[in-house]
């Protein structure tokens, strides 16, 4: 019985792991995850339950499964020769629903949860990994100039770096095109 136990909860443990050393995001550093459980006995009873628990995108008020989002931050030093040195930092983070216990449903409903979750996770790394791709333009754009004009330089990369997040999401349809579809 104590063994029986020990597997179960070992099962439990296993089906909620998490995502975080996904390929999708691996050359990526400072990205964290944090979920939304969803549950049901049937790929439908798992939509509904996410559809209840899933949340607006904030650049477009359309409902999402999950969510990619960054930020920069910089710390700016006047250089003697009069130059501009930034130093920035980057920061990700993804939303994303977790199916609980996932070893009860049939392998049907685990394979394409899995299909999904996949799938989003390419989706969201396509937000989070531009946005740290574009980090040199970001550096070179805040030591173009003066400290002084170096914040509006930033805002002006920034902005471009959003837009790309909006023209993806429209391209994609939120990761639909990509597969990222449940049930």
């Not at 009873?45 to 990619?68: C, H, Q, T, W, Y």
């Not at 396509?126 to 550096?139: F, M, N, S, T, Y």
């Amino acid at each position: 019985m104590i063994l029986r136990a020990f597997f179960l909860i070992a099962l439990a443990l296993a089906s909620s792991q998490t995502v975080e050393d996904t390929a999708p995001f691996a050359d990526v550093p400072n990205v964290t995850f944090t979920y939304y459980d969803v549950a049901g006995p049937t790929a439908e009873s798992i939509r509904k339950d996410m559809n209840l628990k899933n949340f607006k995108d904030p650049a477009d008020e359309k409902k999402v499964d999950s969510f990619g989002q960054w930020s920069f931050s910089w710390q700016l030093r006047q250089t003697p020769d009069g130059k501009c040195d930034a130093d920035v930092s980057f920061k990700g983070q993804v939303k994303l629903p977790r199916l609980l216990d996932a070893p009860t449903h049939s392998k049907d409903v685990e394979a394409r949860w899995n299909r999904y979750l996949s799938r989003l996770l390419v989706h969201e790394a396509g937000h989070v990994r531009w946005a740290w791709e574009q980090r040199g333009q970001l550096e070179e754009a805040l030591e173009a100039g003066p400290c002084q004009s170096a914040s509006a330089a930033a805002q002006s990369m920034l902005k471009l770096i959003r837009e790309h997040d909006r023209t993806y999401d429209i391209s994609t349809q939120h990761g639909l095109t990509q597969g990222a579809v449940f049930p």
